[in-house]
């Protein structure tokens, strides 16, 4: 709990910053809310997608600093910030372009369309900072260091939550002005943590300036686990498409339900985040059998704790809709995904805590494997879905349950199957 505790605080910044985007966006009606879904989607694919920057500084970092290596170890961060920062900058450009067509091709359309770009175009300069902020969370966490980012990443949630008031409400910027905000805030939480990760790497005399041969190393390393984000991506992408063909009502309550789920998917990953530095740390100190007592250790706990916030969504599910929306119709949808969201999340705590076990081993390659096969599993059952379904809000619940079931479950019983082998136990 260590290392669990500060993980969730450190894991919660994003989520933190769209569930404020979505409270305070929701005032402003349907279709700010709805558009916000799109944007949302899109800026979260795209930083989801280099998330790899985090998992493999995390399990580079904590086996060299497991063996003994901490020069190395440090190298090795510092080189994850500048492919992070180079990967941000080209990344917030292309998506700041191409705006309007990444909307559209989530079906957004008129209004909701309009407030999808606005919001894009506001946040969107504030991906190269939140990437650097990945790669640096992980390179801290490597060091089983998980105070620091903690303390950014609550530091940065507040500042969002203030812009949000500020520009939205006080200036009356609209949807821009929390996109704006959520920029800010990256940006100043990406700038403090890569000063306080080169500060280190000075004090061990490790290379600080960018390195080209580090910096391929660092990506040879993440490719798998961009794969793998890459296919999750999709099917998340994909499950929001199906989402806007039910309506502004029924992707204004989808996009509450995402947002609540990425926050618990975050909660529950702190376990596996802790599993994370620990496993790697265990193997690059050639102990096998210790990372293997420490999946089955967290195994327990993450199932626990699943069941547990599974009861609490299903419990609190009407209060808790109207936070986000005062509107009735779209309350009653998101009541319903919840349901459907706390009665999986079992599910959930199974698959992200064995999904960290296997990234902290460095096991990426299988990990993509069994992402592309997944995807290739549900997209056929969201198309059935959303051809056979009714609209509104009982096609919605249609649509959750083949994500939570069938998307979920697939992922659980592959990284199941990797777990109970020994293949994955690499030492060194």
Known sequence: MRLAVPAFAALVAQPLFLMADTAIVGRLGTEPLAGLGV???????????????????????????????SREAAEAGAQALWLALVLGIAVGALGWGLAPQLAGWLGAEGGVHTQAVVYLRWALPGTP?????????????????????????????????????????????????????????????????AWLVLRGSRRLGARRRPDPTGMRRSLRVGVPLLVRTVALRLALLLTTWAAARQGAVALAAHQVGFTVWGFLQNVLDALAIAGQTLIGQALGAGRPEE??????????????????????????RHPFAALFTPEVEVRHAVAVVLVVMGAALVISSWVTLFDGVLIGAGDGPYLARAMTLTLVVYAPLVLVVDRLAPTGVAGLAWLWASFTVGFMGVRALTLWWRERSDAWLRSG
């Open 39 to 69: 944007g949302a989607a899109v800026l979260g694919t795209m930083t989801g997608l280099f998330i790899f920057l985090a998992y493999a500084s995390t399990s580079t970092v904590a086996r060299l600093a497991g063996a003994g290596r």
């Open 129 to 193: 900072g939140m990437l650097v902020m990945l790669a640096a969370t992980g390179a801290l966490r490597g060091l089983a260091d998980g105070r620091t980012p903690m303390l950014l990443s609550l530091s940065a949630a507040a500042l969002n939550l203030a812009g949000d008031v500020v520009l939205v409400f006080g200036l009356g910027l609209g949807i821009a002005g929390s996109g704006a905000a959520t920029a800010l805030a990256e940006t100043a939480l990406g700038a403090v943590a």
């Open 291 to 316: 990372a293997r007592a420490i999946s089955r250790r967290m195994v327990a706990w993450s199932l626990a704790f699943g069941a547990l916030l599974g009861g609490v969504v299903v419990v609190v």
